[in-house]
């Protein structure tokens, strides 16, 4: 059955021919020339003559070599059903490719290409958002940051607001509560004024027990009661309050925004929805995510330190309020965890404090209604 | 030479000749290939995967050619994407602004990007009918793209509103669109498929599947007293509300046991008729298609979408055992990545990549085995079922339309509605 490869190939076959203007089959003679291929119908009329430079092999089943001529704006298709016959022309012709070799290469490039492109998605997820991010959010208009704020203050809120047992969720507006609000005020102007920031903070304190505190896009910073009773003076508030002011003025809350609008764009989007692949865009986004955050606390904590040198208030402050909460994280995945090591976080805080005189924020009394704030 | 022996019943039908084994090999190659790829080898697939079903369905003696290629469908998805930016950045402001706009532009959105998703699937068969061509003609489609998405918004509405009641006339409706501007080069098509009969042969199903559901709801309606239940749930505290509850309605215990027994039985009635209902539609559409003088029926069998379903099964059972037996090593690994007292961030990562990577070898694997056993064989099934009358409609046919862009393939991915197939 096997055509014998050392004799001499057939020089003529037969073959089925459209003419791409009807559907109309014709039962065709082919002959092959040293050139190209000619085409004749029953009665010896030429119908066509295709160079071998200019034969496409098309998509049909494998016991059919169906062949086009190269940009022929019509579909003229020649189809050769006898096997010996077929790689006759298959040895012929350079564009002619039974055995699949030529289809092997380009799915490599292919590969080769996906693969290239894949990588730079990757680059361009772990450097690009973030760096377009930083410079970004310097741009966006104090007012759409501000709009950007009172949405995610309603998620937040909606949270964090618990019932809290009857009590309201904001501290410092009840009778006893006032004089720890002047206190906080008074901490919250000293900083302020020597930061220098695009929008004015505002500040409240919140009945929630965990020692935290949280700043969102627009200025609005959440001191946790639970911070205030784990502080032990004034300053300790006062740094974490620095460290979330950093967050303010680096507009974290912001670039948090347009990082996941971009992640979301390069995974979501551009990479398709193979299946399992939604799993996999989750992850990703979720440990990138979290790596942006690790670094944007520790310039949140650079800058806390810095200001509060700057104030005259005592810098180490941040650093053993960090001491205080950090065996109090809750226990997790590292690499899902916004903050970065605590110990390292620590030595970093006071390589830039210095150990030189300090000025209190607060005097005993004020510190004593500080504590009070959420008394209720 | 294979003409010479091929009789008269053969030519008048519809054969299809892939070998099962290639399409195992295209679609396992594949499947690697898109996870060392994240994805961007599915337009080199989807073309492959074309190119298989087409060549081999051989109608009458000839078999289709489909000549599209992987970088039109990249083109059209990237230009898709180009086109989505604009949308979805005015989403992103629009939810932004606290006011009406921003309470309504959620439902809004969605209502828009539904539309688009039509508007891509229009357009998208659109190209699929040019890159078709069959005795050296092609196929092409007319007719507005926006027509056609408005109608199908409005038919998938009332169709959600009447609880699937108005599917089959929505089918038989959108279809006689779509085939009312479809053409084989000159000759025309067309759809015989009337709403009604499937309306009558889906109507036990429905039934079936809806009577626990609604019988459900009336015991409720019967045994809750609404006014002590609204009065227990706004209670603070959730023992007081349970007590309440109790007390108020001494029958609500034995109605929620119902309840979930009702709503296991629809689930299974559901799944168990699945296949029945697919045999069903695929059977009515079929027995539509007109081109011209040319007709179609189907003789499809209820049975033979049964087996392929069974083979689906029994497959899933195989590789889920032997997926799990591979998966050992990996979940041990996993363990001793992140089982220490000292466990570091990097083998964290790496042991959030197994995982991630056993999860994903199982869902291709999924894929892969409905992809063989159930879609093929449905093609299969559905084309080999086939009987053809007037089969001289189909000579002398003229050339006409024009290829179309892969736009509408590149909508359908990036909105995520409709796969490649």
Redesign the interface.
Known sequence: MMPNHEAPTMTEG?GVY????????HDVRVTLTPSGLQVDDGEGRRIADWPYDQLDE???????L?LGRRNNP????LEI??PPFAHAIDLLAQNVDRTGAIQRRQ?IS??RW??V??TM?LVVATIGVPAIAERLAPVVPVA?ER??G??VNMQVRGQLDT?NAGAAFECGSGASETAGRAALDKIIRRLEGAAALRMPLTSTVVRRPEPNALALPGGQIYVFSGLIDKAENADEVAGVIAHEIGHVAHRDGTQAVLQG?GLS?LFG?????????G??VI?AKT?LQSSYSREAESAADRYGAELMKRTHGNAHALATMLAKIGGATEPG???LLDHPETKARIAAINRIATDGPTVPFLNAAEWAALKRICAG | ??NLGADETAMAGVRF??ARKTYWRLLTRGAL??M???????F?LATDVR?FL???T?VAG??L???GT?LELLSG?LVA?AI??PV?AGF?LT????GLVGEISGPLGFALLFLIGQYGLYRARRYRLTRT??????FHQEGSNWGFALRATLWWTLTVFTIGLAYPFQLASLERYKLRYTFY?DLPGRFAGVGWRLFLRGLPMWLLVMAPLLITVGAFIEVVDMEALSDALSQ?SDEEMMAIIEAGNPGLIPVLVFGTLMLGASVAFAVLLYPAYQAVVLRWWMSGLRFGALEMASALRMRHVYGAYFRFVGLVLLFALVLAILALPALYAVGTL?GGTE???AG??AA?AIL?GV??V???G??VIYRVTVLLSLWQLGMESLQLSGLSA??????QGRPASALGEGLT??L?VG?YS
């Not at chain 1, 019509?74 to 298709?77: D, G, I, M, P, S």
């Open positions: 037969p459209f003419d791409g203007r009807t559907s109309t089959r098309l998509n049909a089943p494998a016991h059919v169906r019509a579909l003229e298709r059903l006898d799915r292919v590969i996906a693969v492109a894949t998605l759409i709009k950007l009172d949405a019932g609008a764009f989007m551009l990479l398709g929805d193979f299946v399992g692949g799993a996999v992850a440990v995945m590292k690499i | 030479m294979t000749l892939g290939l898109l060392v790829t994240l994805g961007i080898y599915r080199w190119r087409w060549a081999n051989d000839e078999s050619e489909y000549n992987p998805f994407v989505l930016i979805y992103f939810t932004l602004d606290m061509i069959y005795r050296g003609l092609r080069g603070a992140t466990t570091t961030a964290e990562i959030t991630l999860y994903v199982a869902a291709l999924l894929s189909l000579d002398g046919v003229q050339a991915d990036a995520h796969s």
